[in-house]
């Protein structure tokens, strides 16, 4: 409640939001408190502040503790993340301040990836699920071939509610999988190199490029281009570490820390170079003619 009143009234300086927002970003690093913080009306407020601080400062803070607070986090909520936060991800896109827009990328990363991993998950679910309908399917027919009146019904109830058990898979909204192959040729450094790793670690985690899926979206030929040209671009002096965000190891994230850095990226070019491969062994079909198998 205390964090919750200091946040959002017009008398509280940026300074002091600021606070908040920076001992929430303290907290974030724990996949417990990540959960709460980000399963609550907080959310929606850094989402709003996201969208409406004057101050740059308030906004890079607010920006880097989504990332971080994604990153962590073990469970997130749908709608909370494709309703409130997404939107205003793709909104602070074209912020002026290009350190936001590097933190904002991250986060985005972040809900992509852990996207991909639920689409993932509710696949393998489903490969479950069909083995036990198939089970219960067998049983069913025995029954049915046996049975007769209320018997069968209760056989082809049992098969009924058998084949319902999974359910939906997150879906990635169009724009923000557009917002992330854009980010795979934007000319800042760090906020390249964050949308090069997201797609990496989404591609690494597929098993397949069906159609629907976030792995089926990135195997394209605009994506593996940009990919080629990432592995050998060089990195804009000074450019500054990507510490922190983007789809890493525990939690919904799975590892942006350390892009960057230097005037040429092997960090980069090697993120690319695996992507790259992992692109062409889910779509053998997309690779340059000529190219060895």
Same mark, same amino acid.
């Given at each position: 409640?205390?964090?919750?009143?200091?946040?959002?009234?017009?008398?509280?300086?940026?300074?002091?939001?600021?606070?908040?927002?920076?001992?929430?970003?303290?907290?974030?690093?724990?996949?417990?408190?990540?959960?709460?913080?980000?399963?609550?009306?907080?959310?929606?407020?850094?989402?709003?502040?996201?969208?409406?601080?004057?101050?740059?400062?308030? /906004?890079?803070?607010?920006?880097?503790?989504?990332?971080?607070?994604?990153?962590?986090?073990?469970?997130?909520?749908?709608?909370?993340?494709?309703?409130?936060?997404?939107?205003?991800?793709?909104?602070?896109?074209?912020?002026?301040?290009?350190?936001?827009? /590097? /933190?904002?990328? $991250?986060?985005?990363?972040?809900?992509?990836?852990?996207?991909?991993?639920?689409?993932?998950?509710?696949?393998?679910?489903?490969?479950? +699920?069909?083995?036990?309908?198939?089970?219960?399917?067998?049983?069913?027919? $025995?029954?049915?071939?046996?049975?007769?009146?209320?018997?069968?019904?209760?056989?082809?109830?049992?098969?009924?509610?058998?084949?319902?058990?999974?359910?939906?898979?997150?879906?990635?909204?169009?724009?923000?999988?557009?917002?992330?192959?854009?980010?795979?040729?934007?000319?800042?450094?760090?906020?390249?190199?964050?949308?090069?790793? +997201?797609?990496?670690?989404?591609?690494?985690?597929?098993?397949? $490029?069906?159609?629907?899926?976030?792995?089926?979206?990135?195997?394209?030929?605009?994506?593996?281009?940009?990919?080629?040209?990432?592995?050998?671009? /060089?990195?804009?002096?000074?450019?500054?570490?990507?510490?922190?965000?983007?789809?890493?190891?525990?939690?919904?994230?799975?590892?942006?820390?350390?892009?960057?850095?230097?005037?040429?990226?092997?960090?980069?070019?090697?993120?690319?170079? $695996?992507?790259?491969?992992?692109?062409?062994?889910?779509?053998?079909?997309?690779?340059?003619?000529?190219?060895?198998?």
């Amino acid at each position: 409640a205390t964090l919750l009143d200091g946040i959002p009234s017009h008398s509280t300086t940026s300074a002091e939001k600021s606070n908040v927002v920076l001992y929430c970003e303290s907290l974030a690093s724990e996949p417990r408190a990540a959960t709460l913080l980000l399963n609550s009306p907080l959310a929606t407020l850094f989402a709003r502040l996201l969208h409406t601080s004057p101050s740059a400062a308030l /906004r890079l803070r607010i920006a880097s503790v989504l990332a971080a607070l994604l990153r962590h986090a073990t469970l997130l909520d749908r709608g909370i993340v494709l309703e409130t936060l997404l939107p205003a991800l793709l909104a602070a896109q074209t912020d002026r301040a290009v350190p936001v827009r /590097r /933190r904002v990328m $991250a986060a985005l990363g972040e809900i992509v990836y852990y996207g991909a991993v639920q689409q993932e998950h509710a696949a393998a679910s489903a490969q479950h +699920t069909q083995g036990a309908t198939d089970g219960a399917a067998g049983m069913a027919n $025995a029954w049915l071939g046996a049975a007769a009146g209320s018997e069968a019904e209760v056989a082809a109830q049992v098969l009924a509610v058998t084949a319902g058990v999974a359910g939906p898979a997150w879906q990635i909204p169009p724009p923000a999988l557009d917002a992330l192959t854009a980010g795979l040729r934007d000319a800042d450094a760090p906020t390249h190199h964050y949308a090069v790793r +997201t797609v990496e670690n989404v591609l690494m985690r597929a098993s397949n $490029a069906l159609g629907g899926h976030v792995a089926a979206a990135l195997c394209t030929d605009g994506v593996l281009d940009a990919l080629l040209e990432a592995m050998g671009r /060089r990195s804009a002096a000074g450019g500054g570490g990507c510490s922190g965000g983007g789809a890493s190891g525990g939690g919904s994230g799975g590892g942006n820390a350390g892009c960057g850095g230097g005037p040429t990226s092997s960090a980069l070019r090697g993120s690319a170079a $695996a992507a790259a491969a992992q692109l062409l062994r889910l779509r053998p079909d997309l690779a340059p003619r000529g190219a060895a198998g």
